[in-house]
T-cell receptor, first 117, second 117 residues
Framework: GDSVTQMEGPVTLSEEAFLTINCTYT??????LFWYVQYPGEGLQLLLK?????DKGSNKGFEATYRKETTSFHLEKGSVQVSDSAVYFC????????????????FGQGTILTVHP | DADVTQTPRNRITKTGKRIMLECSQT?????MYWYRQDPGLGLRLIYY???????NKGEISDGYSVSRQAQAKFSLSLESAIPNQTALYFC????????????????FGPGTRLTVT
């Protein structure tokens, strides 16, 4: 089946530090990959996505590159801020041979990020 | 106004009680989903609906039922609540007609925190 594995958390950083959150996946079909962010007390928001190999998704200073050869989609940010403190989820959605999404997201377990001033 | 709303936002109930969680959306999306979030487990899919007459079980549907009353409304019921159903529940939507332009993205409500005592 489909699965997503994220690096163990929690992650604690000082402001302006470099962030990497690792994500690897297994998929039964051709996946699209996502990072979602959940701020305290809120629902999940799409942070960035990549729908084909070698695509780079980016948003709000975060980046992730879809690496088919290593089945990875690691999240990076060069300089984190206190406001980036949240839970980050890697997820995939499998596209079938006909190019149609089954519409289901498979999530990793989430990584808690805390950024201190 | 929020595009995806959930009611109630918080609920405490007793073991054996029936409870319904409601989700409404104004995005005009055809697909709707119910997830539960548990610490360290990410989000797991309970049920999903591709349209009013197409409802499917997710990976953890036991103990739950759903109703798609209209395209915009998708309710989750716990017929006889038990303590291990204590969790954060999220509703999400997606638009299958946006093929190639983001059909795979899901949009989440703010969540319902359910406690079963």
């Amino acid at each position: 089946g489909d699965s997503v594995t994220q690096m163990e958390g929690p992650v604690t950083l000082s402001e302006e530090a470099f962030l990497t959150i690792n994500c690897t996946y297994t998929a039964t079909g051709y996946p699209s990959l996502f990072w979602y962010v959940q701020y305290p007390g809120e629902g999940l928001q799409l942070l960035l996505k990549a729908t084909k190999a070698d695509d780079k998704g980016s948003n709000k200073g975060f980046e992730a590159t879809y690496r088919k050869e290593t089945t990875s989609f690691h999240l990076e940010k060069g300089s984190v801020q206190v406001s980036d403190s949240a839970v980050y989820f890697c997820a995939l959605s499998v596209i079938n041979a006909g190019g149609t999404s089954y519409g289901k997201l498979t999530f990793g377990q989430g990584t808690i990020l805390t950024v201190h001033p | 106004d929020a595009d995806v709303t959930q009611t109630p936002r918080n609920r405490i109930t007793k073991t054996g009680k029936r409870i319904m969680l409601e989700c409404s959306q104004t995005k005009g999306h055809d697909r709707m989903y119910w997830y539960r979030q548990d610490p360290g487990l990410g989000l797991r899919l309970i049920y999903y609906s591709f349209d009013v007459k197409d409802i499917n079980k997710g990976e953890i549907s036991d103990g739950y039922s759903v109703s798609r009353q209209a395209q915009a409304k998708f309710s989750l019921s716990l017929e006889s609540a038990i303590p291990n159903q204590t969790a954060l529940y999220f509703c999400a939507t997606s638009d299958s007609t946006r093929r190639g332009r983001g059909e795979y993205e899901q949009y989440f409500g703010p969540g319902t925190r359910l406690t079963v005592t």
